[in-house]
Protein backbone atom coordinates (compact mmCIF):
# COMPACT_ATOMS: atom_id res chain seq x y z
CA UNK A 1 0.00 0.00 0.00
CA UNK A 2 3.33 2.21 0.45
CA UNK A 3 4.69 1.23 -3.11
CA UNK A 4 5.62 4.07 -5.83
CA UNK A 5 5.49 6.69 -2.72
CA UNK A 6 8.20 8.92 -1.66
CA UNK A 7 8.82 9.58 1.73
CA UNK A 8 7.37 12.70 1.63
CA UNK A 9 4.13 11.49 -0.13
CA UNK A 10 4.04 9.03 2.69
CA UNK A 11 4.60 10.95 5.58
CA UNK A 12 1.64 12.87 3.64
CA UNK A 13 -0.37 9.84 3.74
CA UNK A 14 0.05 8.96 7.18
CA UNK A 15 -0.84 12.58 8.08
CA UNK A 16 -3.86 12.14 6.27
CA UNK A 17 -4.90 8.51 7.85
CA UNK A 18 -3.88 9.84 11.53
CA UNK A 19 -6.55 12.50 11.01
CA UNK A 20 -9.27 10.71 9.37
CA UNK A 21 -8.73 8.56 12.92
CA UNK A 22 -8.86 11.02 15.10
CA UNK A 23 -12.23 12.69 13.47
CA UNK A 24 -13.31 8.80 14.51
CA UNK A 25 -14.16 7.92 10.82
CA UNK A 26 -13.65 4.43 9.65
CA UNK A 27 -11.44 3.17 7.17
CA UNK A 28 -12.73 0.20 5.14
CA UNK A 29 -11.24 -2.38 3.18
CA UNK A 30 -10.47 -0.54 -0.28
CA UNK A 31 -9.06 2.81 1.47
CA UNK A 32 -5.36 3.52 1.98
CA UNK A 33 -3.69 2.37 5.28
CA UNK A 34 0.28 1.92 6.42
CA UNK A 35 1.15 -1.55 6.32
CA UNK A 36 2.04 -1.18 10.09
CA UNK A 37 -1.60 -0.44 10.26
CA UNK A 38 -2.70 -3.27 8.21
CA UNK A 39 -0.49 -5.64 9.73
CA UNK A 40 -1.56 -4.55 13.57
CA UNK A 41 -4.99 -5.56 12.29
CA UNK A 42 -4.42 -8.74 10.91
CA UNK A 43 -2.55 -9.96 14.32
CA UNK A 44 -5.10 -8.36 15.99
CA UNK A 45 -7.81 -10.00 14.18
CA UNK A 46 -6.46 -13.56 13.53
CA UNK A 47 -5.70 -13.97 17.51
CA UNK A 48 -9.24 -13.14 17.91
CA UNK A 49 -10.53 -15.62 15.27
CA UNK A 50 -8.31 -18.27 16.21
CA UNK A 51 -9.10 -18.42 19.86
CA UNK A 52 -12.74 -18.46 19.23
CA UNK A 53 -11.91 -21.59 17.56
CA UNK A 54 -9.65 -23.05 19.65
CA UNK A 55 -12.06 -22.54 22.36
CA UNK A 56 -14.72 -24.56 21.56
CA UNK A 57 -13.06 -27.64 22.07
CA UNK A 58 -12.36 -27.00 26.37
CA UNK A 59 -16.53 -26.36 26.08
CA UNK A 60 -17.20 -28.87 23.45
CA UNK A 61 -15.33 -31.35 25.98
CA UNK A 62 -18.34 -31.26 28.19
CA UNK A 63 -21.17 -31.72 25.23
CA UNK A 64 -22.40 -35.32 26.14
CA UNK A 65 -21.78 -35.09 29.51
CA UNK A 66 -23.65 -31.70 30.49
CA UNK A 67 -26.00 -32.38 33.22
CA UNK A 68 -29.56 -31.85 31.63
CA UNK A 69 -30.96 -32.27 28.28
CA UNK A 70 -31.40 -28.07 28.67
CA UNK A 71 -27.95 -27.59 29.40
CA UNK A 72 -26.52 -29.44 26.82
CA UNK A 73 -28.87 -27.72 24.66
CA UNK A 74 -27.76 -24.09 25.56
CA UNK A 75 -23.96 -25.97 25.64
CA UNK A 76 -24.17 -26.79 21.73
CA UNK A 77 -25.98 -23.57 20.81
CA UNK A 78 -22.61 -21.38 22.82
CA UNK A 79 -20.19 -23.74 20.67
CA UNK A 80 -22.27 -23.05 17.53
CA UNK A 81 -21.64 -19.69 18.45
CA UNK A 82 -17.90 -19.57 18.79
CA UNK A 83 -17.35 -21.11 15.62
CA UNK A 84 -19.29 -18.61 13.54
CA UNK A 85 -17.69 -15.88 15.94
CA UNK A 86 -14.03 -17.34 14.05
CA UNK A 87 -15.78 -16.99 10.45
CA UNK A 88 -16.59 -13.71 11.18
CA UNK A 89 -13.42 -12.77 12.57
CA UNK A 90 -11.57 -14.81 9.58
CA UNK A 91 -13.74 -12.96 6.93
CA UNK A 92 -13.10 -9.87 8.03
CA UNK A 93 -9.53 -9.96 8.19
CA UNK A 94 -9.44 -11.13 4.80
CA UNK A 95 -10.46 -8.06 3.84
CA UNK A 96 -7.04 -6.65 4.64
CA UNK A 97 -5.61 -9.38 1.82
CA UNK A 98 -4.47 -11.88 3.63
CA UNK A 99 -6.34 -15.44 2.49
CA UNK A 100 -7.91 -17.62 5.48
CA UNK A 101 -5.45 -20.37 4.23
CA UNK A 102 -2.64 -18.48 5.28
CA UNK A 103 -4.26 -16.85 8.82
CA UNK A 104 -4.55 -20.70 9.32
CA UNK A 105 -1.48 -21.94 8.49
CA UNK A 106 0.00 -19.41 10.85
CA UNK A 107 -2.07 -20.69 13.55
CA UNK A 108 -0.44 -24.04 12.94
CA UNK A 109 2.48 -23.44 12.64
CA UNK A 110 2.42 -21.52 15.96
CA UNK A 111 3.27 -18.38 14.50
CA UNK A 112 0.13 -17.17 15.45
CA UNK A 113 -0.89 -16.94 18.81
CA UNK A 114 -4.70 -17.35 20.66
CA UNK A 115 -5.61 -16.75 24.46
CA UNK A 116 -3.99 -18.45 27.07
CA UNK A 117 -6.78 -19.10 28.81
CA UNK A 118 -7.43 -22.08 26.34
CA UNK A 119 -4.29 -23.64 27.25
CA UNK A 120 -6.30 -24.94 30.83
CA UNK A 121 -8.35 -28.72 30.06
CA UNK A 122 -12.31 -28.21 31.82
CA UNK A 123 -11.82 -30.65 34.68
CA UNK A 124 -15.75 -31.03 36.16
CA UNK A 125 -19.02 -29.18 34.69
CA UNK A 126 -18.72 -26.25 37.00
CA UNK A 127 -15.43 -25.21 34.84
CA UNK A 128 -18.27 -24.95 31.81
CA UNK A 129 -19.88 -22.36 34.22
CA UNK A 130 -16.59 -20.31 35.21
CA UNK A 131 -15.57 -20.01 31.42
CA UNK A 132 -19.09 -18.35 30.55
CA UNK A 133 -18.72 -16.13 33.58
CA UNK A 134 -15.15 -14.95 33.23
CA UNK A 135 -14.06 -16.15 30.48
CA UNK A 136 -16.78 -14.89 28.23
CA UNK A 137 -16.97 -11.91 31.02
CA UNK A 138 -13.68 -10.78 30.19
CA UNK A 139 -14.33 -11.16 26.74
CA UNK A 140 -17.05 -8.84 26.65
CA UNK A 141 -14.71 -6.37 28.95
CA UNK A 142 -12.59 -6.02 25.69
CA UNK A 143 -15.27 -6.56 22.88
CA UNK A 144 -17.60 -3.71 23.80
CA UNK A 145 -15.09 -0.92 23.29
CA UNK A 146 -14.13 -3.04 19.82
CA UNK A 147 -17.37 -2.05 18.19
CA UNK A 148 -15.60 1.37 17.91
CA UNK A 149 -12.90 0.11 16.82
CA UNK A 150 -11.31 2.23 13.89
CA UNK A 151 -11.32 -1.07 10.69
CA UNK A 152 -15.02 -0.81 9.42
CA UNK A 153 -15.48 -4.40 8.94
CA UNK A 154 -14.21 -5.52 12.31
CA UNK A 155 -16.11 -3.16 13.91
CA UNK A 156 -19.51 -4.26 12.69
CA UNK A 157 -18.45 -7.79 12.87
CA UNK A 158 -18.22 -7.04 16.76
CA UNK A 159 -21.55 -6.13 16.91
CA UNK A 160 -23.05 -9.27 16.33
CA UNK A 161 -20.11 -10.71 18.57
CA UNK A 162 -21.18 -8.73 21.66
CA UNK A 163 -24.64 -9.56 21.51
CA UNK A 164 -23.91 -13.11 21.33
CA UNK A 165 -21.56 -13.49 24.00
CA UNK A 166 -23.61 -11.60 26.29
CA UNK A 167 -25.92 -14.56 26.37
CA UNK A 168 -22.56 -16.85 27.03
CA UNK A 169 -21.49 -14.64 29.81
CA UNK A 170 -25.31 -15.14 31.44
CA UNK A 171 -25.33 -18.89 30.73
CA UNK A 172 -22.02 -19.42 32.21
CA UNK A 173 -22.82 -17.22 35.53
CA UNK A 174 -25.86 -19.03 35.89
CA UNK A 175 -24.81 -22.47 36.25
CA UNK A 176 -22.25 -21.06 38.62
CA UNK A 177 -25.17 -20.14 40.99
CA UNK A 178 -26.87 -23.08 40.37
CA UNK A 179 -24.38 -25.06 41.85
CA UNK A 180 -23.39 -22.72 44.65
CA UNK A 181 -26.81 -22.36 45.69
CA UNK A 182 -27.31 -26.35 45.58
CA UNK A 183 -25.26 -29.18 48.22
CA UNK A 184 -22.25 -28.42 49.53
CA UNK A 185 -20.18 -30.50 47.23
CA UNK A 186 -21.42 -28.58 44.46
CA UNK A 187 -20.41 -25.41 45.77
CA UNK A 188 -17.37 -26.43 46.76
CA UNK A 189 -16.95 -27.49 42.86
CA UNK A 190 -17.99 -24.00 41.70
CA UNK A 191 -15.34 -22.51 43.97
CA UNK A 192 -12.47 -24.87 43.11
CA UNK A 193 -13.79 -23.81 39.02
CA UNK A 194 -13.15 -20.49 39.86
CA UNK A 195 -9.57 -20.63 42.23
CA UNK A 196 -8.26 -22.27 38.78
CA UNK A 197 -10.15 -19.91 36.02
CA UNK A 198 -9.63 -16.59 37.82
CA UNK A 199 -5.88 -15.82 37.62
CA UNK A 200 -5.89 -17.44 34.07
CA UNK A 201 -8.63 -15.18 33.28
CA UNK A 202 -6.88 -12.28 34.04
CA UNK A 203 -4.58 -13.01 31.85
CA UNK A 204 -6.34 -13.00 29.05
CA UNK A 205 -6.10 -8.84 28.76
CA UNK A 206 -2.74 -9.13 28.36
CA UNK A 207 0.50 -7.91 29.86
CA UNK A 208 1.08 -4.61 31.65
CA UNK A 209 0.07 -1.29 29.43
CA UNK A 210 4.21 -0.66 30.09
CA UNK A 211 5.12 -4.13 28.77
CA UNK A 212 3.26 -4.26 25.85
CA UNK A 213 4.75 -4.12 22.10
CA UNK A 214 1.50 -3.45 20.31
CA UNK A 215 -0.90 -1.44 22.82
CA UNK A 216 -0.09 1.77 22.53
CA UNK A 217 0.00 1.97 18.68
CA UNK A 218 -3.19 0.19 18.67
CA UNK A 219 -4.57 3.26 20.97
CA UNK A 220 -3.54 5.70 18.84
CA UNK A 221 -5.12 4.23 15.52
CA UNK A 222 -7.83 3.64 17.78
CA UNK A 223 -8.05 -0.27 17.02
CA UNK A 224 -8.22 -0.69 20.25
CA UNK A 225 -10.45 1.87 22.30
CA UNK A 226 -8.86 1.32 25.71
CA UNK A 227 -5.86 -0.39 27.14
CA UNK A 228 -5.11 -4.02 28.75
CA UNK A 229 -4.73 -2.22 32.10
CA UNK A 230 -7.57 -0.57 32.31
CA UNK A 231 -9.81 -3.47 30.72
CA UNK A 232 -8.59 -5.47 33.35
CA UNK A 233 -9.44 -3.13 36.17
CA UNK A 234 -13.24 -2.88 34.60
CA UNK A 235 -13.31 -6.77 35.05
CA UNK A 236 -12.01 -7.12 38.37
CA UNK A 237 -14.72 -4.61 39.47
CA UNK A 238 -17.17 -5.99 38.10
CA UNK A 239 -16.49 -9.65 39.48
CA UNK A 240 -16.28 -8.74 42.77
CA UNK A 241 -19.35 -7.16 42.73
CA UNK A 242 -21.06 -10.77 40.93
CA UNK A 243 -18.66 -13.06 43.05
CA UNK A 244 -20.77 -11.58 46.52
CA UNK A 245 -24.26 -12.04 44.80
CA UNK A 246 -23.78 -15.82 44.75
CA UNK A 247 -20.98 -16.23 47.63
CA UNK A 248 -18.24 -17.20 45.98
CA UNK A 249 -14.41 -15.91 47.08
CA UNK A 250 -12.08 -14.52 44.60
CA UNK A 251 -9.31 -16.89 45.25
CA UNK A 252 -6.51 -13.51 45.50
CA UNK A 253 -5.84 -12.70 49.55
CA UNK A 254 -4.51 -9.13 48.33
CA UNK A 255 -8.40 -8.05 46.63
CA UNK A 256 -9.79 -5.20 48.61
CA UNK A 257 -11.27 -1.73 47.73
CA UNK A 258 -9.14 1.14 47.20
CA UNK A 259 -11.41 4.47 48.30
CA UNK A 260 -8.94 6.77 46.83
CA UNK A 261 -8.75 5.42 43.63
CA UNK A 262 -12.36 4.46 43.23
CA UNK A 263 -11.14 0.59 42.36
CA UNK A 264 -10.28 -2.67 43.74
CA UNK A 265 -7.01 -4.01 44.09
CA UNK A 266 -5.73 -6.94 43.39
CA UNK A 267 -2.31 -9.18 43.69
CA UNK A 268 0.47 -9.72 40.77
CA UNK A 269 -0.10 -12.34 37.84
CA UNK A 270 2.08 -14.74 37.45
CA UNK A 271 3.52 -13.63 34.08
CA UNK A 272 6.27 -16.51 33.84
CA UNK A 273 3.05 -18.52 33.39
CA UNK A 274 1.17 -16.48 30.97
CA UNK A 275 4.68 -16.57 28.68
CA UNK A 276 4.80 -20.24 29.38
CA UNK A 277 0.54 -20.82 27.78
CA UNK A 278 1.59 -18.01 25.13
CA UNK A 279 4.75 -19.93 23.74
CA UNK A 280 3.18 -23.28 23.39
CA UNK A 281 3.79 -24.61 27.46
CA UNK A 282 0.13 -24.45 29.02
CA UNK A 283 -1.49 -27.81 30.68
CA UNK A 284 -3.22 -28.38 27.26
CA UNK A 285 -1.70 -26.48 24.88
CA UNK A 286 -0.18 -29.12 22.10
CA UNK A 287 -3.18 -30.94 22.45
CA UNK A 288 -5.31 -27.72 21.88
CA UNK A 289 -3.00 -27.45 18.14
CA UNK A 290 -2.73 -31.32 17.47
CA UNK A 291 -6.75 -31.17 17.50
CA UNK A 292 -7.27 -28.41 15.34
CA UNK A 293 -4.73 -29.35 12.86
CA UNK A 294 -6.52 -33.08 12.76
CA UNK A 295 -9.89 -31.71 12.56
CA UNK A 296 -8.70 -29.46 9.54
CA UNK A 297 -7.14 -32.35 7.91
CA UNK A 298 -10.32 -34.26 8.47
CA UNK A 299 -12.09 -31.62 6.45
CA UNK A 300 -9.80 -31.36 3.95
CA UNK A 301 -12.34 -33.32 1.36
CA UNK A 302 -15.01 -30.75 2.17
CA UNK A 303 -12.77 -27.94 0.99
CA UNK A 304 -12.04 -29.78 -2.48
CA UNK A 305 -15.59 -30.86 -3.03
CA UNK A 306 -16.11 -27.13 -2.89
CA UNK A 307 -14.09 -25.77 -4.80
CA UNK A 308 -14.25 -28.71 -7.82
CA UNK A 309 -18.19 -27.64 -7.18
CA UNK A 310 -17.57 -23.85 -8.19
CA UNK A 311 -15.09 -24.73 -10.70
CA UNK A 312 -17.80 -26.94 -12.61
CA UNK A 313 -20.73 -23.98 -12.11
CA UNK A 314 -18.06 -21.45 -13.61
CA UNK A 315 -17.61 -23.87 -16.60
CA UNK A 316 -20.99 -24.40 -17.35
CA UNK A 317 -21.78 -20.44 -16.91
CA UNK A 318 -19.06 -19.47 -19.44
CA UNK A 319 -20.19 -22.51 -21.44
CA UNK A 320 -23.92 -20.71 -21.23
CA UNK A 321 -22.21 -17.32 -22.60
CA UNK A 322 -20.12 -18.68 -25.40
Known sequence: MTDNLSDQQLEQRETEFQQRIDAEEKIEPKDWMPEKYRQNLIRQMSQHAHSEVIGMQPE????????????????????????????????????????????????????????????????????????????????????????????????????????????????GYHIMMTL???????????QDALNRFWWPSLMMFGPHDADSVHSAQSMKWKIKRQSNDELRQKFVDQSVKQAEVIELELPDPDLKWNEERGHYDFGEIDWEEFKRSMTGGGPCSRQRLAHNIQAHDDGAWVREAMRAYESKKREAKDQAVA
Open 180 to 190: ARGSAEQKEMA
Open 60 to 171: GNWITRAPTLHRKAILLAKVQDEGGHGLYLYSAAETLGISREELIASLHSGSAKYASIFNYPTLSWADIGAIGWLVDGAAICNQVSLQRTSYGPYSRGMVRICKEESFHQRQ
